[in-house]
C-alpha cells in the first residue's frame, strides 16, 4: 500500500498536483489537476470516506462530441458515498470538448482520438501510453490501482438498430462480478427506454488501444464502456442515461450514501458555490439558447451551472438548485413534457423560495391565461396570434430595469423572435409584475395585428409566494453584448434581500 503523502508525491511526477481540499464529517473530498501546464489540464475529483470498500475510477469526455457523458459525470462526482473511493475524471480531453469534435484539435493523426493511445494488447505489459493526455490518465490508474474503472461514451446511433455504432450499449469483458452488475444496471436503465428495439445491450470487447480494455489487459482491473446514443435526443436525457447506469453500478457496489437517486442533478458535498442554476434542457427547448446560457452563466462569481430536464424536474430534483432557467422553442410543448407532476414541482419551488427566469417560451410557460401555463406571473398575451416573426427590434429600459440590469437610458436592439407581448392578467391571488423594459418598435408578419407591440413590456419581475420570476419576451442571450442582461437577472433573483 502506498502511503498517501507519497501518492501525492507521484502525482507531481506525472502532472497531477493536489490543488484542494476540505473534509466534511469522516469523507474526504480532494480537487487535483490532471496534465497540469498542458492545454490537457483538466481537474480530477476524488471522494474519500476513510470506511473500507472499492476504488472507482471514472473518466468521461475523451471524444469531444459526447458532451453528456462529462454532464454526467460532473453531477455524479457530487453524489456522497457510505464507503470505498471514487474518482473522476468529468472532462478528460478539454480542448475536444471546447471545439465539439470527436478528435483533438491540433493533434497528429495518430493522437487525434484520445481514446486509442493506451497500450495495446499486443504491446508488452509495460508499453507506455501515447501523447500527453493518455500518459497522465494511465499514471493516474497506475497509482490509483482502481478496483473498477467506468469510461462513459457516446456512439452516434443505437447498436440494436444499427450494428455499426455502439450506441446504447455496455461494453465488459467476461467475469462472473461484472455480468452480475452489467445485467443490473441493463434492467435499470432499460426501464426507462420503452421502445425495446432502442433498449440498451450488452456487448464484451471494448476497443483495443482504449483506456478500458489496456486497463484490463495490462492492469488486471475490471472495466466497462457505458455507451449512450446522441441519436434525437438532448443532452439532458443522455446525462441521465449515464447517472441511471452509474448510480445502478455503484448501488450494486453498495457504495451510495442512502437517499441519492438517479434523478438528482442538483450539487450536494464538494461544490463551493453560491448560487446553483438548473437550466432546463429537453422536450420544447429550441434555438441556440441553453448551448448560450450554459457558456455564459459561468461569467456569474460562485456559480455552479447543470442542465435539468422534465424527468429530473418530475422527480423533483429542482430541490438542489437556487434558480431555474426556461429558454426559447415552445412553452406549450415545455408544459407537456414537464406534465402535470413537473409543472407543480416548478411551482412548488417557486413558492418555496427559488428563482425562476424565461425567456420568450419560457416566458409564455410562466404567464396565466393557458391551460398549460404555470400562472407564476400576473400576465396575459394580448393576442392569441403569436407568430408575430423573427427580427432585431428596439428595447429600452425603464428606471427599474436601469437599477437592476443595466444602466442604459437609450433604446437599443434586441433579437425577436415570437416571443410574449403581455399585460396585466389582474389576477387577485398575485402581485403586480413590474415592468424592467419596454419594445419601442415591433415586428408583425404572418397576419398578427399591427400596433400591438409598441410600448408594450419586454422584461418583467414578479413575485409568486416566497420566490421571484423575471421574464424576457425576447433574446438577449442570443444577442451579441447583450447576455449580461441575463445575468443580472439571476443575480437579482439570486440575491436575499
Known sequence: MIHRARLLLAFVAVLLVATTSSARDATMWETLTLAEGTRFETPVHIQETGRAGPTVVIVSGLHGDEPASAYAAEQI???????????????GN???????KRLTPGASKALANANRNFPRTTEAKKAPARGELAQALWALLQQERPDWVLDLHEGVDVHKRNANSVGRTIIAGRDAKTDAVV?????????????????????TRPVDGGLARAAAHHLDMRTMIVETSKKGLAISTRAR??????????????????????????FRDGVEADTLIGVYDGGGVGGSGVRNLLRQLPELDDVAVARIGPTEIKAGALTGFDVVIFSGGMGGSQSRWLGETGRVNVKRFVDQGGGYVGICAGSYLACRGFSWGLGILDART??????????????????????????????????????????????????????????????????????LMVDTPAVVRGRFGEGRVVCFSPHPEQTKGLHDLVLRAVAWLATEE
Do not use: C
Open 183 to 203: 445485467t443490473r444496471m441493463l434492467v435499470a436503465v432499460n426501464a426507462t427506454v420503452s421502445n425495446e428495439a432502442l433498449q440498451f445491450e450488452r456487448l
Open 94 to 100: 478539454v480542448p475536444a470538448l471546447k471545439a465539439g
Open 382 to 451: 394580448r393576442s392569441p396570434k403569436w407568430k408575430r416573426g423573427k427580427a432585431t427590434v428596439q428595447m429600452q429600459l425603464t428606471e427599474a430595469g436601469r437599477n437592476t440590469l443595466v444602466d442604459r437610458d437609450e433604446p437599443f436592439g434586441v433579437l425577436y423572435a415570437n416571443g410574449p407581448i403581455i399585460e396585466p392578467a389582474h389576477d387577485e391571488d398575485l402581485p403586480d409584475f413590474e415592468t424592467l423594459a419596454v419594445f419601442r418598435t415591433e415586428v408583425a408578419r404572418n397576419g398578427t395585428p399591427k400596433g
Open 241 to 266: 442515461e449515464h447517472r441511471i447506469l452509474a448510480h445502478r453500478f455503484l448501488d450494486e457496489l453498495d457504495m451510495l450514501a442512502p437517499g441519492i437517486e438517479p434523478a438528482e442533478v442538483g
Open 77 to 91: 462526482r457530487h453524489w456522497p458515498l457510505r464507503r470505498g473511493r471514487v474518482v473522476v475524471v468529468p472532462r
